[in-house]
């Protein structure tokens, strides 16, 4: 069964980059692509970027070229930068496994990690 | 502002249906298929629906999907106290370069 356990420090400077691991278990993480998604303290989920285990990206435009998606087949891990942080960037940052039915535009999310809580301050 | 539109909460007793609609436009879920995801308190969101209508795996089978159009629901029958949760859609949306789309989350309360 594929575990997903993400990683990283829990406070960021403002203006300062973000950087979280997500390390899979259970599974390899050439079977897949995957995603992470982060949602704010009592609000609602947003899409960050995924990656195939390929190395291609899709990234939330709305992000403004701030986030980088990267695979480690190595160490069967992703990871997460978010450059120039501020206070709307304080959320609960999750990895999860997108599984593709021949289309990205059919997938599903599962399993999601537990979910890393970061905080924007200085 | 979430693309897809859920109504913010719903709310039933024990044993009753409750149904929650997610609301997109026709380059999301009038394109793609819709899944939802149930978030319960403190706890990372788990895959309930997927594929407009299937269930994982471990689900139990009062959790239904449906979709029509450029609407989804998700129906949970014979309501229990553990059901208390956020409930999620999300699709798939076809505009620009594509994107994930989420609902706002509906808050369901068991009474």
């Known amino acids: 069964q594929v575990h997903l356990q993400e990683s990283g420090p829990r406070l960021v400077k403002p203006s300062e980059t973000l950087s979280l691991t997500c390390t899979v278990s259970?599974?390899?993480?050439?079977?897949?692509?995957w995603i992470w998604i982060r949602q704010p303290p009592g609000k609602g989920l947003e899409w960050i970027g995924y990656?195939?285990?390929?190395?291609?990206?899709h990234y939330n435009t709305s992000l403004k070229s701030r986030a980088t998606v990267l695979v480690d087949t190595s160490k069967n891990q992703i990871s997460l930068r978010l450059r120039a942080v501020t206070a709307a960037d304080t959320a609960m940052y999750y990895c999860a496994r997108m599984i593709v039915p021949g289309a990205v535009r059919r997938a599903w999310f599962d399993p999601w990690g537990q979910g890393a809580l970061v905080t924007v301050s200085s | 502002q979430s693309v897809l539109t859920q109504p913010p909460s719903a709310s039933g007793t024990p044993g009753q249906r409750v149904t929650i609609s997610c609301s997109g436009s026709?380059?999301?879920?009038?394109?793609?298929?819709v899944n939802w995801y149930q978030q319960l308190p403190g706890a990372a969101p788990k895959l309930l629906i997927y594929n407009d209508n299937q269930r994982p795996s471990g689900v139990p089978d009062r959790f239904s999907g449906s979709k029509s159009g450029t609407s989804a629901s998700l129906a949970i029958g014979g309501l229990q106290s553990e059901d208390e949760a956020d409930y999620y859609c999300a699709a798939w949306d076809d505009s620009l370069d594509g994107l994930w789309v989420f609902g706002g989350g509906t808050k369901l309360t068991v009474l």
């Open positions: 990656i195939h285990y390929s190395g291609s990206t």
């Open positions: 259970g599974g390899s993480i050439t079977s897949s692509y």
């Open positions: 026709s380059s999301s879920v009038g394109s793609n298929v």
